[in-house]
């Protein structure tokens, strides 16, 4: 039990702290002042966090495994990073606190085995969209020096948050429902429910390599080079032991006559991360993945309709654009009209 | 620190790659618990900070904490049912925060193009 | 009987069972103590279910009426088909009288035609209300529906000769209307339980309404409609409540079961039930003094005069009106469950005998001056019915149908003939117009029966009822038969005034203005007089040729004139001491006759064992009587003469002293202003009624409801959007704070539910 225990009511209390803290953070003050906010915010996520853990330690019966030290240090720099996006006045730094908070995810996303996702996030995050954000801050920002109320280099809607007690008052009502789910919901599995899950998701996950035939192939192929695999008469290829490891039926031709065998498998020939991922994308969502192409794709017609520069075309520009003659009469103009032809055309001419 | 060294170690050890022999690892309970209660803080300052700037582009980028605060909720119940849905649905969600910047920053763009600045009290119509 | 005796001191009671005492062999008095017996012992007579066409034919002819108006029909089909189906419905019933036997032994009949209305929660007495479409047949059904439907015929050749400038759409919706009413009136007279006399009663106000009303474009005329169904409103919510009432206490609304618990109650002395069951008397009789045109609901009978002549005299002199009295007599042994009714309903009677005919002496219009006499004349039946002789109140009923119908008819004769004139200063010597002789004479005949002349038929009846409240010493009836013949002095009078006045003097006339409807009267090509070019010139005698009743009116006028003298018939017969009076046979074979000692009087009144009793003024009480109404008709036909026959200058004369003497000079002006009744009404009522409905309420609606209740309610929300208007600023992050507070107490609602184990 590395942290105090603490009352029933400590996610309040500690919510309360950590509002207090952003309170004093989030307002442009005094330096000190911020601090002590830095401070207070942080100690109030400690008690969280320590809270959190607790309370699982509480519910298990003792303690349920290790500190987790550096997903608890991921997700410090990662609270810390988004707090100071929030208060940062200058939009390019925010933006790069976001990269800080992203990366630190992605770290906690590696601790907990999801390691595609981390680099996924990283790259689609931290490299497409924030660089996009970057380039509208870099085309949208004032320079500072046209804010006359320009302090630190800031502008002021920058600068001075609104209305910051109701919004923490509203965060804080969000927080204190959302972590009263989180503690009073059931944990994860510990002791022989977690091995019987365990030896769920094994088998689910063997059973996945029977989806991917090629690997399957590619690992008959280490052993016994021409096999095949060859299916029961349940069309099942794996046998899954009850210790989670897993045999393959193979078949194969010995000089004429057809020999079957089971060879074992290793844990590194189970399904990765990325594979196990891809399957369940199109196995389990396809419609999903569909939809999320037309997202895609609606987003960038979206993307392009607002980004074109709006030009007002007179008459004579979409004739020509579409490839008629103009109407004006430029070269031929009738004498007596002159002046009401060339005053109508003037701002065409000079909108061109 | 006796205590605190080994278990550096073992975090150390969950974070490398394929480290277990085994072919699927249960999830440590403590690590879910302190993943969610990040992510509802990730959450909850992303809100604030989407009511509080001013800045229609830190509001927008406010909206991408957020829903980079979900994605470690998802990541985490992946990992605590050890299946890999959780993870695709984070796919998706990067799909629409991808889509969301475009158009979201497109719109911003033309809008700073009407009124020369990014404060969203600018566009205050709503109220008539 | 203890009650009976104080009801009817002076008379022995035939109800006793000691009517043998009276030593009369009389049939009719055996037969009326015989139907005390069998009333309420109903036998079924499903043999005769074809009495059902009496009531559907006039409903067929209305609907094909109105078919036809849909059709756009343009000829007197309507009219056709209408006579023609009245005419059936009389034959009908004529048929049905003949095979009826007033003195039949097993009673009256009951034809079951189909079930109606049937509601059954328990087995007890009280616990079921059923109405079924059932015919009640006795003497009073058919001798009221003789006459009805008699008249119903004769009216409606009449109308199609009358109504003819209308012919089209509007002469349709006459006839229709005329059918709805027979209809009605049918299922009144003739429906075998409350409920459709009930249905009959607002039947034949709804037809009163539309005929009142006919000329919807007159705004007096809607006004009248409106007034006469209103005014019924009021005594039909009576009816209604006594309708109920009676449901309460004999668990039952059928004639049969109620008379048998009546009887038995008269018989027994018993009476059960808690104080409202003597209340249902006076709840009947408002009903039948609204319909009836009695105090106090009397005034929309003079009203109803704007309707069409035809409609004036079938509906508010000859039938509908009587349906008051046929209610009373109907349901007489209702009337003795409290021992003040029938006084009430005599004193009633005699005072709006009375009032009205004062009032007619002032009228100059010809109509009014005869809807008055109908109300006056209605008194006199009430009279007779609260003295207890319901034979002479439906005898009087009877023969004032035929003199009143004729007198409508005829001046409706004259109305159509002088396009719409009714002003009886206007008219005169209609005797020597070419054409109208027989309008006058046969008016004459009208007026004299009125007027109650010895050996007419109103004499019969009206003196039946006049010496029966003459020789009862009770309740001040006696004062009401000297009121009674008061009336009748000013009848005599007011009847010969009009008649002198129009048929007699010199020949001179002014066309009328059209008041009276007709709008394209006098344009119709037919007649060939060119009245019409006087339209619009009504003070414009030159050039008017007024158009002469052709054969339909006259035909009807003639008919109706012998019916009235026929009318007289079984009275003469009677007076005579030729016979049993057959009106008296055919009411003491009904349930009039329960518990009515005075009918054996009214029977047997020519003979002279019964006269013992019966002395007026030391005289045998009628000889008295003769003596006494030939005093009072021939006097009021005496002044009548004198001031609008033979000097008429004399008649202004007089008024104009009696208006310039102080001390009366407010009589003859509260008289033309009908006593200031409608006024008093008006004050009373109509007046209270706007102020507080368009004054009060008004306010109570705009200040009360609208402004302190709707409005209060709507401004909470404003006031609530005030309160929180700050966060409404157009910003956005505003409107986001406010939906994430929302979405954050809604989660947090959700998450507290469902931690304390809620889900």
Redesign the interface.
């Known amino acids: 039990m ?1 942290f105090p225990s603490l009352t029933p009511y400590a996610l309040y209390i500690a919510g309360a702290i ?1 509002a207090i803290g ?1 309170y004093l953070l ?1 307002r442009p003050g005094p330096v000190n002042v911020r601090r002590a906010g830095t401070l207070i915010g942080l100690a109030g ?1 400690g008690l ?2 320590s809270e ?2 607790h ?3 509480a519910s ?1 019966g003792g303690p ?9 240090i991921l ?1 410090f720099i ?2 810390a990073g ?2 100071r ?2 208060t940062h006045p200058k ?1 390019v730094f ?2 790069l606190y ?1 990269i800080l ?2 990366v630190s ?1 992605a ?11 981390a680099f ?2 990283i790259i ?2 931290a490299g ?2 924030l660089i ?2 970057m380039f ?2 870099m ?4 320079s500072p020096s046209e804010s006359p109320g320009d302090i630190e280099g800031a ?1 002021h ?2 600068r ?5 007690l ?3 008052a ?3 009502l ?2 204190a429902t ?2 009263t789910t ?1 503690f009073g919901s059931r ?4 002791g022989d429910a ?2 019987a ?2 030896a769920r ?2 088998v ?3 059973r996945e390599l029977e989806s991917l035939p090629r690997r399957l192939d590619a690992e008959i192929a280490l052993v016994r080079p021409g096999a095949v695999a060859a299916p029961d008469e349940n069309g099942r290829v794996l046998a899954i032991a009850r210790d ?1 490891s ?1 045999s393959v039926r193979i078949q194969w031709d010995d000089n004429g006559t057809v020999r079957t065998d089971a060879i074992p498998l290793p ?2 020939a ?1 399904p ?2 990325i594979q ?2 891809g ?3 199109v196995k ?2 396809p419609a ?1 993945l569909e939809l ?1 192409s037309v ?2 794709l ?3 017609f ?2 392009v309709v ?2 074109r520069k709006q030009i007002e075309l007179g008459e004579d520009e979409r004739r020509e654009a579409a490839g008629l003659r103009r109407l004006s009469l430029d070269d031929a103009e009738p004498i007596g009209r002159g002046d009401a032809t060339a005053s109508k055309a003037a701002p065409v001419g000079g909108r061109s | 620190m006796t ?2 060294l ?3 170690a ?3 050890a ?2 490398a ?2 480290a ?19 992510s ?16 229609m ?6 909206t ?2 957020m829903l ?1 605060a979900a ?2 909720a998802f ?2 119940f ?11 649905f ?3 969600i ?10 979201a ?6 809008l ?1 193009r009407k009124r ?6 600018a ?6 | 009987m203890t009650h009976l005796a104080t009801l009817f001191p002076s008379l022995p009671s035939a109800l006793a069972g000691d009517g043998d005492a009276h030593g009369t062999a009389h049939r009719a008095a055996e037969g009326a103590a015989a139907a005390a017996t069998w009333i309420g012992g109903a036998t079924a007579h499903p043999e005769y279910s074809w009495a059902g066409w009496i009531l559907l034919l006039p409903l067929l002819s209305a609907v094909f009426c109105f078919l036809c108006g849909a059709f756009r029909v343009k000829n007197k089909l309507p009219a056709l088909v209408t006579i023609a189906a009245l005419g059936s419905a009389f034959g009908l019933v004529l048929t049905l009288y003949l095979k009826y036997d007033p003195t039949h032994a097993s009673g009256p009949m009951t034809v079951h035609l189909f079930d109606w209305i049937r509601v059954v929660w328990g087995e007890k007495p009280g616990q079921s209300f059923v109405a079924d479409w059932s015919l009640y047949i006795d003497g009073l059904t058919l001798f009221w529906m003789l006459f009805v439907t008699g008249l119903g015929t004769l009216i409606a050749i009449f109308a199609s000769e009358y109504m003819e400038s209308d012919v089209g759409g509007n002469y349709c919706r006459f006839f229709g209307a005329v059918g709805i009413f027979l209809f009605a009136m049918g299922s009144l007279v003739m429906g075998g339980n409350l409920a459709l006399l009930y249905l009959g009663w607002e039947g034949v106000g709804v037809a009163s309404y539309l005929l009142i009303g006919y000329y919807y474009g007159k705004p007096t005329a809607v006004a009248a409609a409106k007034k006469a169904f209103v005014m019924n409103r009021v005594g039909d919510l009576g009816l209604l409540v006594g309708i109920y009432l009676t449901w309460r206490h004999f668990g039952s609304i059928d004639y049969a079961t109620i008379f048998k618990a009546c009887s038995e109650t008269i018989a027994n002395g018993s009476h059960g039930g808690d104080w409202t069951k003597g209340l249902i008397p006076y709840f009947l009789m408002l009903g039948a003094f609204g319909k009836s045109a009695q105090i106090p609901l009397f005034t929309w009978l003079p009203d109803a005069m704007e309707g069409p002549t035809p409609v004036s005299a079938l509906i508010h002199a000859a039938t509908m009106v009587t349906a008051g009295v046929y209610l009373i007599a109907r349901l007489y042994p209702l009337f003795l469950l409290h021992p003040h009714a029938l006084h009430t309903v005599a004193w009633i009677g005699g005072l709006t005998a009375f009032l009205a005919a004062t009032i007619g002496m002032m009228q100059y219009d010809m109509k009014r001056v005869f809807a008055y006499s109908t109300v006056s004349q209605l008194g006199y039946m009430f009279l007779g019915l609260g003295v207890g002789t319901t034979f002479g109140a439906c005898y009087h009923v009877f023969t004032h149908a035929f003199f009143k119908a004729l007198l409508f008819l005829a001046s409706g004769a004259v109305m159509h003939g002088f396009a719409g004139q009714l002003d009886i200063r206007k008219i005169s010597g209609l005797r020597n117009v070419p054409g109208f002789k027989i309008v006058a004479w046969t008016m004459l005949i009208g007026c004299l029966w009125l007027s109650a002349l010895p050996f007419t038929a109103a004499f019969f009846s009206k003196d039946t009822i006049l010496l029966v409240a003459m020789t009862d010493e009770s309740h001040g009836n006696r004062i009401l038969a000297w009121l009674g013949l008061l009336t009748a002095l000013m009848t005599a009078y007011y009847t010969f005034r009009v008649w002198f006045r129009v048929c007699g003097g010199e020949t001179a006339y002014q066309p009328g203005d059209e008041a009276h409807g007709h709008d394209d009267h006098g344009h119709d090509a037919d007649h060939g007089h060119g009245h019409g070019h006087s339209h619009g010139h009504a003070a414009d005698a030159h050039g008017f040729h007024p158009h002469a009743p052709r054969f339909a009116i006259n035909g009807v006028l003639l008919l109706l004139a012998v019916g009235a003298i026929l009318a007289g018939l079984p009275g003469l017969i009677e007076f005579l001491k030729m016979g049993p009076n057959w009106a008296a046979e055919m009411i003491a074979a009904s349930s009039a006759t329960i518990g009515v000692p005075n009918l054996t009087e009214g029977l047997a009144g020519g003979h002279a064992e019964h006269a013992h009793h019966a002395t007026v003024l030391g005289m045998d009480g009628h000889t008295a009587m003769f003596l006494l109404s030939t005093v009072a008709g021939f006097g009021g036909i005496a002044i009548a003469a004198y001031y609008h026959l033979v000097r008429r200058r004399a008649a202004e004369t007089l008024k104009q002293a009696l208006l310039a003497n102080p001390l009366i000079g407010w009589l003859p002006r509260a008289l033309e202003n009908k006593w200031y009744v409608d006024e008093l009404y008006d004050a009373l009522f109509r007046y209270p009624i706007v102020v507080f409905g368009g004054h009060v309420l008004a306010w109570i609606d705009r200040y009360i409801l609208d402004g302190g209740i709707i409005n209060g309610i709507a401004r909470i929300p404003a006031w609530i959007g005030r309160l929180f208007q700050p966060l ?6 505003g ?3 406010t939906m ?1 507070g929302g979405i954050g107490l809604i989660l947090a609602w959700i998450v507290y539910v469902w931690m304390k184990g809620g889900i």
Not at chain 2, 78 to 86: E, F, I, K, L
Not at chain 2, 123 to 128: Q, T
């Open positions: 590395p950590g952003l989030i996520v969280l966090v959190a853990i309370i699982v330690d298990v349920a495994g290790g500190i987790p030290l550096i997903p608890c997700g990662a609270v988004a707090t996006m929030v939009p925010a933006a976001f908070v992203v995810s770290g906690l996303f590696l601790s907990m085995q999801a390691e595609f996702m996924a996030l689609v995050y497409a969209i996009t954000y509208v801050l085309l949208a920002q004032q502008t809607y920058d001075v948050p609104r209305e910051p109701a919004a923490i509203v965060g804080f969000l927080l959302l972590g989180i944990v994860a599995p510990i977690a091995n899950a365990v998701a094994t689910e996950r063997w989670g897993a844990a590194s189970a990765t991360n196990t991922v399957l369940a994308l389990q969502f999903s999320a997202i895609l609606m987003a960038m979206g993307a607002l980004a | 205590t605190v080994p278990s550096l073992s975090g150390l969950s974070v790659l394929a277990s022999d085994a072919v699927v690892s249960p999830a440590d309970p403590r690590l879910v618990q302190v993943a969610l209660v990040i509802v803080l990730l959450f909850v300052i992303g809100l604030i900070g989407f009511l509080t700037r001013r800045n582009i830190m509001m927008f980028l406010c991408e904490l980079q994605c470690i990541v985490t992946g990992r605590m049912h050890m299946n890999a849905s959780g993870q695709v984070v796919i998706f990067l799909t629409v925060a991808a889509a969301e910047a475009a158009l920053l497109g719109l911003v763009v033309l700073y020369e600045t990014l404060s969203s009290e566009w205050a119509e709503l109220k008539e | 409404y600023n157009g910003l956005l992050q409107y986001a704070i994430v």
